[in-house]
């Protein structure tokens, strides 16, 4: 089964600093997501990203969150001055489609905020 | 809004036996469907979707589930567990509001299946 490939695996950055998480989508998906999981829980939705534009956000993607496809492969998440509570489980899925389709998923960026 | 709940933080079970893990939807108009597994340091991993059509859906590894629109349920289930089941399991809905695009996970239910 194809698979999503994330860089790192790990990430240890201190507050207030820049991270960028990386990931390489599913190459004939056109639906792209990103997704975090606190402490091996629930799995909040981030933000949603079709066409080469955020399509939908969740309240969490607040003004220090940026997502963005800059070569048409790499689709990059962006964290501008982290906080604490950015401490999760970050994973990026993608889905040949839209809304009938499953979802496939990387296995993740664990970040951790000192 | 569309959301899902599952009512078991966790579930044990005997292997050999036959297991449920409970979901129950609230969404408005016809409901998409999905069963997700988390293995240990994995992401998600699909098991089986219910769109529309038979309410009993087949999906990977053996599981099946039971699509109830009168209960609002759409239970997981095995007949015969094992071991290897372990794992953490998530029932998901998806987002039918004008512009959605996002899939809305339930808390997650963790299944032991005891030796």
């Known amino acids: 089964e194809p698979e999503i490939t994330q860089t790192p695996s790990h990430q240890v950055t201190q507050m207030g600093q820049e991270v960028i998480l990386r990931c390489v989508p599913i190459?004939?998906?056109?639906?792209f997501y990103w997704y975090r999981q606190i402490l091996g829980q629930k799995v909040e939705f981030l933000v949603s990203f079709y066409n080469n534009e955020i399509s939908e956000k969740s309240e969490i993607f607040d003004d220090q969150f940026s997502v963005e496809r800059p070569d048409g492969s790499n689709f990059t998440l962006k964290i501008r001055s982290t906080k604490l509570e950015d401490s999760a489980m970050y994973f990026c899925?993608?889905?040949?489609?839209?809304?009938?389709?499953?979802?496939?998923f990387g296995s993740g960026t664990q970040l951790s905020v000192l | 809004a569309q959301s899902v709940a599952q009512p078991e933080d966790q579930v044990n079970v005997a292997e050999g036996n036959p297991l449920t893990v409970k979901c129950t939807y609230s969404v408005s108009g016809n409901p998409y469907l999905f069963w997700y597994v988390q293995y240990p340091n994995r992401g998600l991993q699909f098991l089986l979707k219910y769109i529309t059509g038979d309410n009993l859906v087949k999906g990977s590894y053996g599981f099946e589930a039971e699509f109830n629109k009168s209960q609002t349920s759409f239970h997981l289930k095995k007949p015969s567990a094992l071991v290897s089941d372990s794992a953490l399991y998530f029932c998901a809905v998806r987002d039918m509001a004008p512009g959605g695009f996002k899939t809305i996970f339930g808390a997650g239910t963790r299944l032991f299946v005891k030796a």
């Open positions: 899925a993608s889905s040949i489609q839209g809304i009938s389709e499953k979802l496939f």
């Open positions: 190459s004939n998906h056109l639906y």
